[in-house]
């Protein structure tokens, strides 16, 4: 790992009555294990994430990843997005709220501003090279394929 690769700060806050404070920070640890464990080592990129009562509690440095009853995003469970150079995550409160969590903050890591690409050969016979949207939990992000 590049010693000179930032150190992003995430913060998880629930707007939802459906979440104990409790709950919020359960997850936020298993969170930041699989951050440190699982991700930083094959992506290089640094993060710590912290719960955080109340969205006014969390510091302009951190990217706030919300959790809310509805995100006003028909047909999505999260997303992520940027607003001014300053990413953040909107989670759909559901009894998967955490496999959520977990999949835009990984892809929000991966990806802040929610717009990169990398080139490659298409799956498509005979379409060439074609430009992917980089979204790593995509492809695994079904609840069979969650942790435990």
Known sequence: MDSFSPLYHIGLVSETAHLSFSELTKVSAALQKQIMRDFTPIW????????????????????????????????????????????????????????????????????????????????????GRVEFLVEVCDPCGAEQFAYD
């Open 44 to 127: 290089g990129i640094q993060s710590t994430l912290d719960a955080f009562e109340k969205l006014e509690d969390i510091p302009l440095d951190y990217w706030p990843m919300i959790v809310r009853n509805d995100i006003d995003v028909p047909g999505a469970e999260g997303i992520h997005e940027d607003k001014d150079g300053h990413p953040f995550a909107l989670v759909k409160y559901s009894h998967e709220w955490s496999l959520t969590a977990s999949h835009e903050c990984l892809e929000m890591l991966c990806n802040p501003s929610g717009n990169r690409v990398e080139a490659g050969e298409s799956p498509i016979p005979g379409q």
